[in-house]
């Protein structure tokens, strides 16, 4: 039987309602550049995972990503 999650949402405020990682103290340019790269990474490994067999073991899913990223 699945667990339900009973968490409340965050409430405003948030670090997640301000953005991921909005404790760090970094430029806003820089912070920019590494929402690019996160959005970069994430779009090639949705790619990735949606070309591989289901099969496919998790071995698999890094060599491939490395070879892509």
């Given at each position: 039987?699945?667990?339900?999650?009973?968490?409340?949402?965050?409430?405003?405020?948030?670090?997640?309602?301000?953005?991921?990682?909005?404790?760090?103290?970094?430029?806003?340019?820089?912070?920019?550049?590494?929402?690019?790269?996160a959005?970069?990474?994430?779009?090639?490994?949705?790619?990735v995972?949606?070309?591989?067999?289901?099969?496919?073991?998790?071995?698999?899913?890094?060599?491939?990503?490395?070879?892509?990223?």
């Amino acid at each position: 039987m699945a667990k339900s999650d009973t968490s409340p949402p965050p409430s405003p405020g948030t670090p997640a309602e301000k953005g991921t990682a909005a404790y760090l103290d970094m430029p806003p340019e820089r912070r920019a550049a590494a929402q690019a790269n996160a959005a970069m990474l994430l779009a090639t490994a949705q790619r990735v995972a949606d070309e591989l067999p289901l099969g496919t073991d998790v071995d698999d899913f890094r060599r491939v990503l490395v070879e892509e990223a």
